[in-house]
């Protein structure tokens, strides 16, 4: 592999281990929220797409309680997906890690899920590119399947420029954890690759589709999510 990817992952892979340490994108109720829907499933979840998986450490760890078949992570960085690797290994499963976009390795799929999960990854597609994905989802998904997809949503009436503002003015005020340095780090990429897309319209998105949809209750204005069921 370049080397230059694989530094610029690790820069960034340690700044999101101190957000997640510092549990600055509520990872922490977000893993409270998925086991409880593991917990709930109408049907026993046995196999697991996981779309934009990073390093899978926090998923790794919700579904070692439920006792999973087979796991699957869909990534585009080669480097994260030899992290995963490496915390997948507390899971009693078979494994399969798929370098890639996630949108065109689901397209091309023949296998169909019990769980597709996705973690702050779905905000890098388009509007149009996030209603595809959400289609391809319910058609891979087991009757009564389950997608949950955590992420950054905007509020309806807020552009995408007020979002930005906003959010990178919250990592300014309410992220001390970070060093300055890293901060910027952050909001260059927010404002390269951040389309978040506004949450009553993931949800309509997803009703019109066939999903039966709630949401986490977290007292939160950007991260959030949403608990989908297939009908
Ligand atoms: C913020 S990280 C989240 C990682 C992990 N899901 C978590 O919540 O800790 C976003 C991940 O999505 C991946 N990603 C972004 N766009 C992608 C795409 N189109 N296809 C596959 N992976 C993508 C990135 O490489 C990165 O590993």
Aim: charged fraction near 20%; hydrophobic fraction near 40%; aromatic fraction near 10%.
């Amino acid at each position: 592999m370049n080397p230059l990817p694989a530094i610029l992952f690790s820069d960034n892979w340690n700044v999101y281990q101190k957000i997640i340490a510092n549990n600055y994108m509520l990872h922490k109720e977000f893993s409270h929220y998925t086991r409880e829907a593991l917990a709930n499933a109408v049907h026993s979840i046995k196999s697991v797409l996981d779309l934009g998986c990073g390093d899978a450490q926090l998923i790794a760890k919700d579904l070692a309680s439920i006792g999973i078949e087979a796991y699957t992570g869909y990534d585009l960085s080669e480097a994260a997906l030899a992290q995963a690797a490496h915390f997948l290994q507390v899971l009693p499963a078979q494994k399969k890690l798929n370098l890639g976009r996630m949108e065109q390795l689901l397209q091309s799929s023949n296998e169909n899920w019990d769980l597709i999960y996705s973690s702050y990854a779905i905000h890098h597609l388009s509007d149009e590119g996030k209603r595809e994905i959400m289609q391809d989802i319910y058609n891979h998904l087991h009757p009564n399947g389950l997608f949950l997809m955590i992420d950054v949503m905007r509020k309806k009436g807020q552009s995408r420029v007020a979002y930005m503002e906003y959010y990178i003015g919250g990592i300014r005020n309410n992220w001390p954890g970070l060093e300055i340095r890293e901060q910027d780090m952050i909001a260059n990429h927010i404002h390269e690759y951040d389309f978040p897309a506004i949450d009553e319209d993931l949800i309509d998105w997803a009703t019109s589709i066939g999903f039966s949809v709630q949401k986490a209750p977290v007292q939160d204005d950007r991260h959030q999510m949403l608990i989908m069921q297939k009908g």
